[in-house]
């Protein structure tokens, strides 16, 4: 890390959660600072994890350390007191995501976050540091296809994935086009849901035509 500024900032979208994970690291640069307080702006698709801000101190060497639970660490700004030149504090803390603020809510496969934090002695500034995530949604469509064709099975399974990206959409219409030579029927088509729950209530209308498409 930078030896000299006494604010350090990382993150990283945690798969398991769908949450965004913070790390800020306090006075590795080895100063005194008489009123740490440390203030954490989010923007406004991100939004605090309730009883997610965990404090550690460290001392210089990051050999021994403890967790401080006396400090009001509901939200931000965090008020670390007086640290000594050779404690080091880290702050972790997670954030939820609120995708219909995030482009407009429209769907984007690559999404980029920005949190910043600044560091004060008392009233006066101290060090900022900022850190951006990356994260890469899922597929809203994607199709793949199989042949089963032998002596006595003449057929291909198709399979179209819809929304892996798991992102928020309205009245959904898939249209497929089959090429000539192929034929289907509504009993040919399974819908599944996630949990591969068979979906039943869809509106399927099949039209044949010069390229057959099915609705």
């Given at each position: ?5 006494p604010?350090?900032k990382?993150g ?6 769908g949450?965004?994970?913070?790390t800020?690291?306090v006075?590795q640069s080895?100063g005194e600072v008489?009123e740490a307080?440390?203030?954490d702006?989010l ?9 997610s801000?965990?404090v550690?101190k ?7 350390y403890?967790e ?5 660490t509901g939200?931000f700004?965090?008020n ?11 702050i972790?803390?997670?954030?939820a995501?609120?995708?219909?603020k995030v ?6 496969q690559e999404?980029?976050?920005v949190?910043?934090t600044?560091l004060?002695?008392?009233?006066h500034?101290?060090?900022k540091?900022?850190?951006?995530v990356k994260h890469?949604?899922?597929t ?8 089963n ?8 399974t198709?399979?179209?994935d819809v929304n892996k990206a ?6 959904v219409v898939l249209t497929?086009?089959i090429?000539?030579?192929l034929g289907?029927t ?5 819908i599944?849901?996630?949990n591969?729950?068979e979906?039943?209530?869809?509106n399927?209308?099949?039209t044949p035509?010069?390229?057959s498409?099915v609705e």
């Open positions: 890390g930078n030896r000299s500024n604010i350090e990382g990283h979208y945690n798969e398991k959660t949450e965004i994970d913070w800020i690291t006075n080895g008489d307080i440390v203030r702006e923007p406004e698709e991100l939004s605090l994890v309730e009883g801000i965990k550690y460290f001392d210089g060497n990051w050999q021994n403890e401080i639970t006396d400090l009001n939200k700004p965090l670390l007191g007086k640290v000594e030149s050779n404690e080091i504090y880290q972790k803390f997670s954030t995501i609120d995708w219909s482009n407009g809510g429209n769907y984007q999404n980029t976050f949190n910043e600044d004060y002695d008392g009233e500034p101290r060090g540091a900022d850190a951006e890469w949604k899922d809203l469509l994607s199709k793949s296809g199989k042949s064709v032998k002596y006595d099975d003449k057929t291909l198709w399979t179209i798991k992102h928020q959409l309205g009245n497929d086009l090429p000539a030579g289907i509504e009993a040919d088509i399974v599944k849901g996630e591969e729950n979906i039943t209530d869809a399927i209308t099949i035509a010069n390229n498409s």
